[in-house]
C-alpha cells in the first residue's frame, strides 16, 4: 500500500509539473530579464559553438526576447563540419533562426580553421574573445548570453565559447556590456524531467533576479519547429533528454 501511495505521489508531481510549464509561462514572462525600463529593445548577441545549440539550448531566451521586441544576434563560432556536413547545417541554422524570428542578416557563422567543431578540439579563448568582441562593435552590442563554464553539455567546444567570452569581458571590464550565461546543471537534475522545475523556481528565489533568472518556455511548440530545421542532427535530438521547456541564467 505505501508503494501504491508513492508512485501515486510521484506521478501527481510528475503531472503538476508539467501543468507548470504549460500553464504557468504567462507569470513567469513578467519576470525581468534584461529589462531596465528602456522604452527601445536591447541588442543581444547569443554567443554559440555550433549550428542547432540555438534551438537544443538557448530557445526560451529568445523566444522571449522576441516577443518582446529585443534585436537579437546570433554568432555561431563554427559550421559544425565534424560529421563533413557544415554547409548543410549552416542552412539548418538559417532555416531554424527564421522560425525563431531572427532574421537572415541577424545570423553569423564562422569557418575558422582554428574553431572547428569536434571532441579534442581546443578552441583559443584569445581568438573566441576576439571575433566576440568585433561583433559587439560591428552591432552595438548591449547584452550578450551564452554558456557557462561547463556548457550545459560538457561539450569541450561549448565549454571553449563560455570562456572565451569570459575571458572577453574580463579584458574589457570597462564596456557597459550585461552578460548572462545559461547554468549548466548536474546529471540528476538534467534528467529528472519537469519536476525538476521547483527546484530551478526555489534556486531563483534565493538569489537576487539581477543574477538568477528562471525563464520558462513562452512558446514550445516554436521551439520544436526550430529544431525540426536540424534534420542532419535528429539522431542526437532523439538521444537526447534536453527538453527547452526553461533554463536558469
Ligand atoms: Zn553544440
Redesign the pocket.
Known amino acids: 500500500m505505501a508503494w501504491l501511495i508513492i508512485i501515486i505521489s510521484l506521478i501527481v508531481l510528475w503531472v503538476a509539473s508539467l501543468c507548470k510549464f504549460f500553464c504557468g509561462s504567462f507569470h513567469d514572462a513578467k519576470a525581468a530579464f534584461l529589462d531596465d525600463g528602456r522604452v527601445f529593445g536591447r541588442n543581444v548577441l547569443l554567443v554559440?559553438?555550433?549550428p542547432?545549440?540555438e534551438s537544443?539550448f538557448f530557445t526560451p531566451t529568445i523566444n522571449y526576447l522576441t516577443l518582446r521586441g529585443h534585436d537579437l544576434y546570433i554568432l555561431c563560432l563554427s559550421t559544425?563540419d565534424a560529421d563533413g556536413m557544415g554547409s548543410i547545417r549552416k542552412e539548418e541554422l538559417f532555416l531554424a533562426s527564421a522560425i525563431l524570428k531572427i532574421p537572415h542578416q541577424q545570423v553569423k557563422i564562422l569557418d575558422h580553421p582554428d574553431l572547428q567543431d569536434g571532441f579534442g578540439k581546443v578552441w583559443d579563448w584569445n581568438l573566441i574573445a576576439g571575433f566576440v568582441e568585433d561583433e559587439i562593435c560591428a552591432r552595438a552590442i548591449d547584452s550578450i548570453i551564452t554558456f557557462d563554464h561547463y556548457g550545459v553539455?560538457g561539450?569541450c567546444?561549448?565549454r571553449d565559447v563560455g570562456r572565451g567570452v569570459q575571458k572577453l569581458l574580463h579584458d574589457f571590464s570597462e564596456r557597459p556590456l550585461e552578460a548572462w550565461e545559461l547554468v549548466s546543471k548536474s546529471i540528476f537534475r538534467k534528467y529528472s524531467g519537469p519536476v525538476d522545475i521547483w527546484l530551478s523556481k526555489l534556486f531563483a528565489l534565493f538569489f537576487d533576479s539581477r543574477h538568477l533568472q528562471c525563464l520558462l518556455n513562452e512558446d514550445p511548440s516554436k521551439t520544436y519547429a526550430a529544431m525540426a530545421q536540424h534534420r542532419s542532427q535528429w539522431i542526437w535530438f532523439v538521444f537526447s533528454k534536453t527538453f527547452n521547456l526553461y533554463l536558469d541564467y
Open positions: 554559440i559553438a555550433h542547432d545549440d537544443m559544425g553539455s561539450h567546444n561549448h
